[in-house]
């Protein structure tokens, strides 16, 4: 499996053929979508698929709610969390946690829906203008992550001034 991160929370996960693209920017971010094809395309927020970089008529399974998926043999479950959708996507047996734009602790009926994710993909820094609104500082997403204990922690998002 390959991890890539292209801006803010936008990550391609790529396994034996079949990409999921999570939360490309959108262009009111300063950051240019990514231009990739993707067999999942998955939204941390509600959006209309139709302005996705990957519209529905390219075959592209397009997630922006919580619920579970079982796409080309990727499980994903998305959790509520407010206006926000937290996504355990496992691959290849790796479990990833894409926090999406949380800006607060987690409660412990979501911690147990997440379970132990091998990576935490974790918003981190200041304001986003995707997210409208604060993410975790620094110390409450260290907290949060001792508390998931992934393997491996990725922050993203970050606040980056004049793009």
């Not at 936008?10 to 999921?20: M, N, Y």
């Not at 990739?36 to 927020?45: E, F, Q, R, V």
């Not at 260290?142 to 980056?160: F, G, Q, T």
Request: proline share 7%.
């Amino acid at each position: 499996m390959t991890i890539s991160w292209y801006g803010e929370a936008c990550f391609l996960l790529e396994s034996s053929g079949v990409r999921v693209l999570i939360e490309p920017p959108q262009k009111e971010s300063g950051i240019n979508p990514p231009r990739l094809k993707s067999d999942i395309l998955i939204y941390s927020k509600s959006r209309n698929s139709e302005g996705s970089p990957n519209g529905p008529e390219t075959g592209t399974f397009v997630i922006d709610s919580p619920g579970e998926y079982e796409i080309k043999g990727i499980s994903i479950l998305g959790i509520a969390d407010g206006k926000n959708t937290i996504y355990s996507i496992e691959v290849e047996g790796i479990k990833i946690c894409h926090l999406g734009f949380l800006s607060n602790d987690l409660n412990n009926e979501t911690l147990t829906l997440i379970g132990d994710p091998d990576i935490a993909l974790v918003p981190i820094g200041g304001l986003s203008a995707q997210a409208g609104g604060d993410v975790l500082d620094a110390e409450s997403a260290m907290k949060l992550i001792n508390k998931i204990e992934p393997s491996i922690a990725i922050p993203m998002i970050y606040d980056i001034k004049e793009l």
